[in-house]
């Protein structure tokens, strides 16, 4: 049997034992009329964010999480308006001068040194 209900973003935990193409992540949008968006995931990388974006609008951002009959978490269901959903439409390249590219390898190569 399967169980839902929410929960808030404190009780949002991560999934373990999730096969690499079982990681899905799905963007619903029922009908033109409808308000919300439902995104459905079983990526940790994405639970990740949307409880960041949980925690900084809690009214706004909604999680429904879906357990087997062993009570194990098997997945989230986040609702949120639908103008919240963003697309990217580009990448950003960043343009350095050479004392800034110098600067970042010498901060890696300390770093490195510091690992050490």
Request: with cysteine; proline share 3%; hydrophobic share 30%.
């Amino acid at each position: 049997m399967i169980e839902e209900k929410y929960v808030t973003e404190d009780m949002v935990k991560y999934l373990v034992n999730v096969a690499p193409d079982e990681k899905e992540t799905t963007i619903n949008i029922f009908n033109p009329n409808d308000l919300n968006v439902y995104l459905f995931t079983r990526d940790n990388k994405m639970i990740t964010k949307m409880k960041r974006l949980m925690r900084a609008n809690p009214d706004q951002y909604k999680c429904k999480q879906t357990s087997d009959s062993t009570g194990n978490v098997i997945s989230y269901e986040f609702t949120f308006p639908k103008k919240l959903l963003r697309f990217g439409s580009k990448t950003r390249t960043r343009q350095m001068t050479e004392e800034q590219k110098k600067a970042v390898g010498e901060r890696f190569k300390k770093a490195r040194e510091d690992k050490k």
